[in-house]
């Protein structure tokens, strides 16, 4: 069975501050996404990684993608109240149902 | 260009009763997927339509159905409502290719 893991699961960290949430995968997949969630609100796509070593970044978030250890990570660099919501990633296949299997969720507060 | 859009947004309804969510999908867009993201139980795949049959399911009951019609909107029918199934659902559209989905704003439904 796929599964998906993030930590951490709670994240608390003070604006200014650098930190990285990890998201492990149990089997080989062709697309891995992060998504922002707001409380209440949907899910707000912010990056797709397709490839091996695949590095995109937005703003003060940086998403990165190591298919061999099954591994992605988003970093935050210097971190702004504004980032405060839930963060998912989720991987998927180019063929098939195309569904999406999600990480648990890590959820950031930035403290001012 | 018109997102996903998703109605109602808020539903409330009694245990046992029946509830019927609708999703339009992005203009051009022909695969529908439906999630339920219940408290504590993280983000689920339920259902997949594509060009007006359903193509795949999710590890959910039978009292979770729905359709697609001729335009690729999508309903998703809740038989027998359980406490359970209080849930912000998710529906996406996608494309023919595949670089992600785009979701919409979710249906809250609360089972009291």
């Known amino acids: 069975e796929l599964k998906v893991e993030q930590n951490p699961l709670f994240l608390s960290m003070q604006e200014g501050k650098n930190y990285t949430i990890y998201c492990n995968y149990s089997?080989?997949?062709?697309?891995l996404y992060w998504y922002r969630q707001d409380p209440g609100k949907s899910l707000e796509s912010l990056f797709v990684?397709?490839?091996?070593?695949a590095v995109k970044q937005e703003g003060r978030l940086m998403a990165s993608l190591d298919t061999k250890a099954r591994l992605s990570t988003l970093h935050i660099t210097a971190a702004v109240h504004d980032l405060s919501a839930t963060y998912f990633c989720?991987?998927?296949?180019?063929?098939?149902?195309?569904?999406?299997?999600f990480g648990t969720g890590t959820r950031l507060k930035v403290l001012a | 260009e018109a997102g996903v859009t998703q109605s109602p947004t808020h539903l409330i309804k009694t245990r046992g009763q029946q509830a019927t969510l609708r999703c339009s999908p992005i203009?051009?867009?022909?695969?529908v997927y439906w999630y339920q993201q219940a408290l504590g139980l993280g983000l689920q795949f339920l259902l997949w339509?594509?060009?007006?049959?359903?193509?795949n399911r999710g590890n959910f009951p039978p009292r979770f159905s729905g359709r697609q019609f001729p335009n690729y909107s999508s309903e998703l029918n809740v038989n027998a409502l359980e406490l359970e199934d209080s849930a912000l659902y998710l529906c996406a559209s996608r494309s023919g290719g595949f670089y992600g989905y785009t979701f919409g704003s979710g249906t809250r439904l609360t089972v009291v």
């Open positions: 989720a991987v998927s296949w180019a063929s098939g149902t195309y569904k999406y299997i």
């Open positions: 089997t080989t997949s062709d697309r």
């Open positions: 339509y594509d060009e007006g049959e359903e193509r």
């Open positions: 990684l397709l490839s091996n070593g």
């Open positions: 203009s051009g867009h022909t695969s």
